[in-house]
């Protein structure tokens, strides 16, 4: 089998562009309105761009492909982490099990509850469930105690609605028995999909083996898991190689079983406690840089979901929401036990620094302030809008008749349940204004209705 990752084509599509016009890119752009998603020859024209008024007009696009797809709402989520014991040697990572200096937790089911019980108390209903390559924690037989205790953990109306899940890549039986958990999204990072590179950055462990690694969503859509997430961890090799090969990763799983990934994730390297790429990232990513390639995915891909962790600061994030992310996390820690220990205001460290300490409350109001609405939604994967049937809906508008108007209606509940006055204040005024641009007489009406009912009482509304 030849591996769908050819890093000699890729380099020379880089090549074969570098001079390209900027009238090439320019049409490139334009014709990306019809949301058609790019060829791979012509996302490696606009990253190869660097004329600042072409680049400014990519922008301009992303921010309207955007908006036409998305509307203004961002779902939010929170990570979980449950241990960070690994048996891998990632040069780039905090858990990695050469790092000595790093005091090793691996939570209990009760101390699990208690993680989840705060993440509810704050508002979170979506939760996206972490752990290093333990070989015991992150095993299915213990993710199958796990993840129903998670979803059984309730307080008042606090509960997680989905769960995703970002471990160790699985074989085909046991990804069959991580589909029967009822999970969302299974997400893993290619990191880097340059193989040398890859090498470098891998010293021991099974995630040292790049084609095993590689081909691990084939594996979880053969055991029949229907949301995939990939994602690459931007600093190891040049940025436009690994925005390509997800470009190719994206067709190679279309091709093969007829839907891409449900969401793309682009985590940009942080400092991580007593890693030897701290001092010496092989690839930075400049602030520019990572706007570019989150825009020229969005041209690509309009139809998959793009993730914006903690891991980028409030600025820079408030900066690329408008470019194209649709999901963002609030009010992270990557420390196992960490939501208790900050309660406690104890300092601990994690996988990584995070540059956006900001609470879920302050992002809510931040994003509010913008014209965005937070959405808690968990609809689509709650009625079985999953895998091709999602990306058979939202090609032709799954948002504006779902998801702008579920987003409303968890905004709603989030303020009832969770937020003060002035908040409260804030959001009423976004829900109202979203509510005046639904443009389908009905859905609106049945919007407000909803709205109502949860005013009345009622929770857990969704289309
Ligand atoms: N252990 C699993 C794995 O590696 O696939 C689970 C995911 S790990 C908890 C989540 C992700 O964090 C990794 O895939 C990696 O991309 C990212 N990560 C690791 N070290 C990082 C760092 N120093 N800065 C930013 N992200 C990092
Ligand atoms: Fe372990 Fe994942 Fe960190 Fe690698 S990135 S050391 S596999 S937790």
Sequence with gaps: MKPFIDAN????????????PKTAARSIINASLRLKGLAPEEVAILLNLNDRETINNLFSVAKKVKEIIYGKRLVIFAPLYITNFCVNNCLYCGFRCANKELKRKRLTIKEIKEEVIILEKQGHKRILLEAGEDPLASRIDHLEKVIPAIYATKSGNGEIRRLNVNVAAMSVPHFKRLKKLKIGTYQLFQETYHPGMYKKMHLSGPKSDYIYHLYAMHRAMEGGIDDCGIGALFGLADHRFEVLAMLYHALELEKEFGVGPHTISVPRIEPAGNT????????PVSDLEFKKLVAILRLAVPYTGLILSTRESAKMRNEVIGLGISQISAGSS????GYKRSLNKKKVSG????NDN???KDVIKDISKMGYSPSFCTACYR?????KDFMDLAKPGLIGRYCLPNSLLTFKEYLMDYADDGLKKLGYQVIASHLKDIKDNRV???????????EAGKRDLYF
């Excluded at 030897?276 to 690839?283: A, M, Q, V």
């Excluded at 609106?444 to 949860?454: G, H, P, V």
Aim: aromatic share 2%; proline share 6%.
């Design 276 to 283: 030897p790429l701290t001092s010496h990232i092989p690839h």
């Design 334 to 337: 990557t420390v196992p036990g």
């Design 9 to 20: 084509k890729i380099d020379l599509l880089l090549k074969k562009t570098m001079d390209a």
């Design 351 to 354: 996988q990584f620094s995070i």
């Design 358 to 360: 900001r609470s879920l």
């Design 444 to 454: 609106k009406e049945n919007t407000t209705k909803k709205l109502q009912d949860i």
């Design 383 to 387: 009625l079985g809008r999953v895998g």
